[in-house]
């Protein structure tokens, strides 16, 4: 009896994985035959947790990181910005190349580009005896670099946790980062393959 709950909690486990991505415009087919794919990375419509904008969320936290030590309010938002390009998108970039075979990168030459816009980011927290899982949502949008406006391909993943034990919000978020790389480098694999 305690394999059968056991196999049907891992069942509901990977339908929740599975529930996270879904193609909503267009297939992949066109992707066969190629090998690479260029990224861009967006953050312009960002919104995080319950703060709404993301301009709204880096007020409220550099003015509780100043009111505890003069200075600390930039440097956290040096660091809440820089995490993109340090941790987000390596993170998702090394799954994505890890779970296909697509050359992947930011200056791949490449016949189609990829957009991976967050829309949302919730950073979890970890305090110590209670901590909770970051969250990313992304569109990802395949475009012909020749014609921008036209999309062939749009998929939506939705609540894509990441890790919830770290205490840097940074690390959780590359986290989901990872996951979100990883489901999207074997969708892309299985579909364009």
Avoid: H
């Avoid at 419509?45 to 030590?69: H, P």
């Avoid at 956290?76 to 993170?91: A, I, N, T, V």
Wanted: proline share 2%; aromatic share 10%; with cysteine.
């Amino acid at each position: 009896m305690k394999k059968i709950a056991a196999f049907a909690l891992l069942l509901v486990a990977i339908a929740g994985q599975l529930k996270a991505q879904d193609i909503v415009k267009g297939d992949l087919a066109f992707l066969k035959g190629d090998s690479s794919i260029n990224i861009t990375f967006v953050y312009d419509k960002l919104t995080v947790g319950k703060e709404g904008k993301e301009a709204n969320y880096i007020k409220k936290k550099k003015a509780e990181k100043e009111a505890k030590e003069p200075g600390k309010g930039d440097e956290w938002e040096q660091s809440w910005l820089g995490d993109r390009k340090k941790r987000y998108e390596p993170k998702f970039i090394e799954l994505f190349s890890k779970y296909s075979e697509f050359k992947v990168g930011e200056d791949v030459t490449a016949k189609y580009t990829m957009v991976v816009e967050t829309k949302f980011i919730e950073p979890g927290y970890n305090v110590g005896i209670s901590s909770g899982a970051a969250i990313v949502n992304l569109e990802i949008s395949i475009y012909d670099p020749a014609n921008m406006k036209k999309v062939l391909c749009k998929i939506l993943m939705d609540e894509v946790k990441g890790g919830k034990g770290q205490f840097d919000a940074g690390m959780r978020i590359g986290e989901a980062y990872a996951k979100a790389g990883k489901e999207m480098g074997k969708l892309v694999d299985k579909k364009a393959r």
